[in-house]
Structure formats: C-alpha cells, structure tokens
C-alpha cells in the first residue's frame, strides 16, 4: 500500500450556497460516508486544513476581488455574486480553508511525506477566475497550488489535468501565456461556461501549453481511456512536469443531474490509473487530485472511492486496478474520434508526440 495523503474534513460542510443550491454540503456527506463504508480510519494520511493568507490569494487574485469575497463573510444573508454562485457568512473563511488545505497536501508531497493524495474541499475552484467568482466557484484552489508549488516549494513545471465535465475557464485563464504551467481539459462541448473549443491553444509563450479536449454529449469509459493514454499520457511525458495537479470533476459520472457524459467506474478507474502511472514516471508519483464537481450522490462516493484505491494501489484492490489497465490497453474511440482527430491536428505543431497519430 502507499502512503497517500487525504484532507477530509467537516469545516468543508459550512460553505452554505442557498436552500436549494446543487452544490449542496450533502454532497461531501456523500463522499465521507463511501469513504468510511469502503476504508478504515487509519489508511490514509490526515491532511489539515489551515486558512490561505490574505497575499496567498493576491499570486491568483486581484486585491479588490480578494476584498468583495471577505466581505460576503459579514453579511448576515446570502449574497449572489452571479445567478449560480452564492455565499453565506461562512463561504469566505472555509474557501480561505479549501486554499490552504490544498497548499498542506502540497507540503507533505514535497517532503515525500506521501506519495499522492486528494483534496476534499468545497467550494470548487476551477471556474474562478482572478477577478470574478463563477459556476460555484469563488477562490481557485488548484491555480493557487499550482503558484504555491512553483513560488513557495521550488517546483518550476506544474501540469493541470482537468476531468470535470465542465471546461475550467478559470484555470484556463490564469495560465494561457504560461509555459510553465500546462493545462489540459476534457469537457463537454458545447456547454457551460463555453469555453475551451480546440482552438484555445495558449497564447505568446504560452502557445502550446493549454490543451482542450472538447467532447460531444455521450463520451464513455472506452472514449476517455483513449483520450488519457493517446493524449494526455504523451503530451505530459514530454512536456515532463515537477508536479501534476488534477481538478477532479465526478460530474462525468452516467446519471450526474447536470450532465450528459457516460462514464461509470471503470471510466473513472482508467482515468485515475493513467494519471498516477504517468505522474509515477515522470515526477516521482507528486500527484494531488482536487475535487471539483459532481452532482449525484451515488457518482462522488463511487468516484471518490475508486480514485483513492488506484493510488493506495493495495494488494485488496488489485482487481480494479486490472479493469483499469485493461481499459487503458484495449480501448478504441466510440463517440470521440472526431473530437480525438480535432486535438491531435489543432496540437500536433506543439507536441512532437502527437506527429505520428496525425
Ligand atoms: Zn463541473
């Protein structure tokens, strides 16, 4: 078994977005009580959580910004800061907590104190971008650890894989003109918040170094193994990152509410499998997952869970980790082989990996 690092805790739960919110504390409920059925108390390593600074947020955010959402915490109501996005007087101070929990884990990954971990955090952050709060989101968790790896730890290249169903517009933004930090995304496309077409490549130095995989409605288990090991799995090898940050998104689950993606546990096993092989060879196994979205109950406990037995990778759970190779080496393209041939030939001048599949 490895020593993997897991930051679960209740704080999370008082992020409060209205009566009726779908990104609801339930759903972190949810996804503790898989954990617990599935897990003893003692498998993992307890991360804490512990409140980014004021200047932390600053390295992604404007001050001004940063001000709007402290405020929020002296309300005595709800605030909507956009039709989907909205804070109770707690929002401010467990975002403040989802940051610095995610900048925890990063710690112990750099002291080799685990080898991977996951973030359970709410707020999500992946739609925020550095002056405006949306789809949920209010702080960019994973655009903030990314900074924090190369500003406080020393990692200089930081690969985002982004498998939420929805395209990170926020994580996107904060790095198009960076070279040092890649981000690659599959999403469902056309679709909220309508970004991320194949076009979308970076900018300046940055040309290259964002990578979309727009997906068609229906993409399966079989449609994202390939995309993983033929795309991902190269393009990461090559462009050889000190770390890799993952927003875990289980809104590609088969029956998510806000969803259209066909994708069940071996889907997500196959995903989990390649991430943490590739991360294994290219960066000594310095993986976080960081929990996005995800909308039904039963997809982020069966999701959650399945990530976390692919990086313990215990001799119980060796039949799960067979699926997911099998998956990996067997699978061709069913709904996605246009959506595959469009980021090959939009990316194929910028990564000489791809060359041979164009
Ligand atoms: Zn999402």
Known sequence: MKNIGLLRDDVYLRHVPGPSHVETPERLIAIHKAIDETFSGTTFTK?????????????????????????????????????????????????????????????????????????????????????????????????????????????????????????????????????????????????????????????????????????????????????????????ATEFSPDLVLVSAGFDIWWQDPLGGMRVTERGIGAISRALIDMAEEVCSRRILFVLEGGYSKEGLGKGVVMVLKQLLQGEEFKDEIEVAKSLLATSSPQNARHSIQDVIHSQAKYWGCLRSFE
């Open 47 to 235: 991360i804490t959580p512990r409140a980014a600074t004021f200047e932390e947020l600053c390295w992604n955010h404007l001050p001004d910004y940063v001000k709007k959402i402290e405020q929020t915490g002296e309300e005595k109501n709800f605030v909507a800061l956009d039709p989907d996005t909205v804070t109770c007087p707690d929002s401010y101070y467990v975002a403040t907590l989802a940051v610095g929990g995610v900048f925890n884990a990063l710690d112990a990954i750099k002291d080799g104190a685990i080898t991977g971990g996951m973030c359970l955090v709410r707020p999500p952050g992946h739609h925020a971008e550095p002056d405006r709060a949306m789809g949920f989101c209010l702080f960019n968790n994973v655009a903030l650890g990314a900074l924090y790896a190369q500003k406080v730890l020393g990692l200089r290249r930081c690969l985002i894989v982004d498998f939420d169903l929805h395209h990170g517009n926020g994580t996107q933004k904060s790095f198009y003109y960076d070279p040092n930090v890649l981000y690659f995304s599959t999403h469902q496309y056309p679709y909220y918040p309508g970004t991320g077409g194949c076009h979308e490549v970076g900018s300046g130095d940055g040309k290259g170094f964002t990578v979309n995989c727009p997906l068609r409605a229906g993409c399966t288990d079989e449609d994202y193994a390939v995309i993983f090991r033929d795309i991902l799995v190269p393009i």
